[in-house]
């Protein structure tokens, strides 16, 4: 093979990776609306964002409850973790609801994000308390160099953390 080959099979190797990872996106975005369908369909009222935490945490759910809560952690998670903490220059693994390690620290972080921001529970630290003992080490633990997300790091993006 010559360097043009190798660079052509590069390159449409990083276009295969941005199309899966794309399509894991689209797959949150289907779980999401899946969620959404079902509310309307059964007439209950919509769900809001930050409704009171699950009274159970998301592994000692049922079926149908586990799906319910994923889909309201995913929206958490996309729409104000990643883009509030994360940031575009961290590499966040576009299918982190595959890694069980991820869906349960990502739960409990938001269940201490709704008990602790609201300060008329938690007082005027919650916040603070939050972040130091809550948010950074869940991100420390997922970045880690044996955490979940150790092989989806690269420009390929998710990969199982045994292949």
Known sequence: MTYTDDRVDS???DRVSLLQNAMHKLGADVIRLQT???EIATAAPPRSQERAPASQFIFNLSRDEYR???AALVSWVNDFLIPVYAGPV????PAWWEHHEAVGRLHALRLSYLELTDTTISGASGPGIWHRDHLDPVLDRLFAPDGPFVNCLGPAGHRPKDS
Do not use: A, D
């Not at 961290?90 to 693994?93: A, F, S």
């Open 36 to 38: 959404q369908l079902s």
């Open 68 to 70: 319910g809560e994923l």
């Open 90 to 93: 961290t590499r966040w693994c």
């Open 11 to 13: 390159g449409l190797t």
